[in-house]
């Protein structure tokens, strides 16, 4: 099992202490009671969520041919009023979190009242939500803000927890017009959408710009010097805090002698003022510096300039073209195993690679004309020899062809098992995880030092604690097991029923989708391939199916 202070990434925050840690606070127990709160609100938001999403994916899943066909919304009349319903459904859901946002508010109180401090709450040694809101820079250390920042990671973790158990869920949502968002919700609040919303101080909407002056930026901040924008009221803004350098701190202009100003003053070499270019041939660079062998550009004494210091390249480090052969002048040269000149190229298919050795399995790159089907080698559909394990492949990628035995309604029905199966496993995962770290805030906040001076009831408490904690990970594997073995009862075909097929599994046209998984998947042996290898990627937990919660604290 991972570290303890993981296991509440998705649940509430991160709880930065460690076993041996002792309550810093007399309201220890108000610690405890204020996580208490929050935490089963948070988990049912999160768990609501999902729901609501995985209800939308079976109603869209109920639409004809729905899996074997591209129509939307807008051009099938089944996927609209599905679409309409959904979108009211998860209106609703988001207004259910109305409860969540009021819990840290309520738990919370300013310094010298009943209730836990913000220090506490933000702080290593209290609920550690300072690692929560690194997520989301721009709210502010108030527990309402905290309380919003909380929710969007929430609705992060549901949207990507979805995605990544549901096959083509993300897809079936997207083709109802409700495209998840789980790659840029983490570090942003809806900054963009023309409502100024807690934290921004201004949102212009499609008018915010990084670019033009006195416009509100693209991260909902006010115009302010050092965004390198000048302003109406800045004499300039080169973007940095240094002195001296012509644009003072302050947005003001240097006084006297600067780069930039067209007179070569002490320590310049050259300065022609507005003409000064990082870019053009023989021209006064930048930093008032003379055109110079290894800036990059080519002037009127220099063969070439490629801007390194590598002899043998191509363009050696005195500025002249290497002499003789190199990788790349089209010549297949001692120690190169092609060389096709500009042609190298390390994502065409069967080209000499631009390190010159001869496309290969393994590069990432599927070569046809070097008797390759599919890459990366050695996953489940795919041998270390970049040859599919697959029925049927396609010659030039790993995209299979769909399997004729496996019908639409046996692919829904799959795909219906396979949505309630990771729910289940899931929320059942969670609740155990819930129990877990419980135990351990009330052995961490729980046990006074004035109560417990030598550290032998919170030693026993963390040792009872660790002891559930570790079951955890057993149980959570026999539920697993389990709901695999139901999948397989319910992802079959035909008449009697077979398993349908991995091709089936696997292809994104007209099958389940599965094809990042099977890619990613490492083979049993690298010689068979078995359909409830590629189930048991739905393998979820609350510290693995969460990337972008990342684990601000290590190990």
Not at 60 to 85: E, H, I, Y
Not at 149 to 163: G, I, K
Not at 513 to 540: E, H, M
Request: hydrophobic letters at 30%.
């Amino acid at each position: 099992m991972r570290t303890l202070t993981r296991l509440v990434v998705s649940l509430v925050a991160l709880v930065g202490v460690s076993p041996s840690v002792q309550a810093q606070f007399d309201d220890g127990a108000l610690l405890v009671q204020c996580q208490k709160t929050v935490t089963p609100l948070a988990a049912q938001f999160e768990r609501s969520r999902r729901a609501a999403l995985g209800h939308c994916a079976r109603k869209a899943l109920q639409c004809p041919d729905v899996l074997t066909s591209s129509t939307t919304a807008s051009s099938d009349a089944c996927l609209a009023a599905v679409a309409t319903k959904c979108q009211a459904a998860i209106d609703a859901q988001a207004q259910s979190g109305a409860p969540l946002l009021a819990a840290l508010t309520g738990c919370t109180q300013p310094v010298g009242s009943v209730g836990v401090s913000i220090d506490e709450v933000t702080g290593d040694d209290g609920l550690a939500y300072e690692h929560l809101i690194a997520l989301c820079p721009q709210a502010e250390l108030t527990a309402d803000a905290l309380s919003q920042c909380q929710s969007r990671v929430l609705v992060c973790n549901a949207d990507l927890q979805f995605t990544k158990s549901v096959p083509r869920g993300a897809e079936l949502l997207a083709r109802l017009g409700l495209p998840l968002d789980d790659s840029g919700c983490i570090g942003n609040t809806p900054c963009g959408n023309g409502e100024v919303d807690p934290g921004e101080q201004c949102d212009d909407g499609v008018d915010n710009s990084d670019t033009d002056p006195d416009a509100c930026r693209t991260n909902c901040m006010n115009p302010h010097c050092g965004d390198g924008v000048t302003d109406s009221d800045e004499q300039c803004d080169d973007g940095n805090a240094v002195a001296g350098d012509g644009c003072e701190t302050d947005c003001t202009l240097t006084p006297g002698p600067t780069c930039g100003d067209g007179t070569i003053d002490a320590g310049e070499e050259c300065d022609d003022g507005p003409a000064n270019s990082n870019t053009a041939p023989d021209a006064c660079r930048l930093n008032c510096l003379d055109p110079y062998c290894g800036d990059g550009v080519v002037d009127s004494d220099e063969e070439c300039d490629d801007g390194n210091a590598v002899d043998g390249d191509g363009c050696d480090t005195d500025c002249t073209l290497t002499v003789g052969s190199y990788c790349g002048d089209g010549n297949v040269d001692p120690g190169e195993e092609c060389d096709e000149g500009p042609d190298n190229s390390d994502t065409t298919p069967d080209a000499c690679r631009t390190d010159c050795t001869d496309p290969r399995c393994g590069d990432g790159v599927v070569d046809p004309g070097n008797g390759e089907e599919c890459e990366p080698p050695g996953t489940i559909v795919c041998s270390s020899d970049c040859v599919s394990l697959l029925p049927s492949s396609s010659a030039t990628a790993s995209v299979v062809a769909p399997d004729a035995t496996a019908s639409h309604d046996d692919l829904v029905r799959c795909q219906g098992a396979i949505l309630d199966g990771t729910r289940s496993l899931y929320d059942r995962t969670v609740a155990l995880e819930e129990r877990c770290v419980s135990k351990v805030l009330q052995c961490t906040f729980g046990i006074s030092e004035d109560s417990d001076p030598d550290g032998i009831k919170s030693d026993a408490c963390f040792e009872h604690a660790n002891t559930m904690c570790l079951k955890v990970s057993t149980k959570r594997d026999a539920l697993l097991t389990k709901q695999v073995a139901k999948l397989g009862k319910k992802c079959t075909t035909g008449t009697p029923p077979v398993p349908i097929a991995v091709a089936s599994l696997v292809d994104v046209v007209s099958g389940l989708g599965f094809q990042a998984d099977a890619q990613s998947c490492p083979a049993n042996g690298g010689q068979t391939v078995d359909d409830a290898a590629l189930l048991g990627q739905l393998d979820l937990d609350a510290t693995t199916v969460f990337p972008c919660v990342t684990d601000l604290q290590g190990d």
